[in-house]
């Protein structure tokens, strides 16, 4: 089992492609991941990722 403890789920090439993206992964035993937040802006997209998967968790932070 694989934990992917630091991706970018909400910038537009990967969020665009989410179901694709997430089925890659499940396909190589990755079983939860943890997607960064930088943005005010990006947060409401981790928001609908978070609440639409049980095995993806979100931070939220302000990128310097």
Do not use: Q, W
Request: proline fraction near 3%; charged fraction near 20%.
């Amino acid at each position: 089992m694989i934990t992917d403890s630091h991706c970018h789920l909400d910038y537009p090439v990967l969020y665009d492609e989410l179901e694709t993206v997430l089925n890659r992964a499940l396909k190589n035993d990755v079983k939860f991941l943890l997607t960064i937040c930088t943005t005010l802006e990006s947060f409401k997209r981790i928001k609908l990722i978070v609440n639409k998967y049980n095995y993806i968790y979100g931070t939220f932070g302000i990128h310097p």
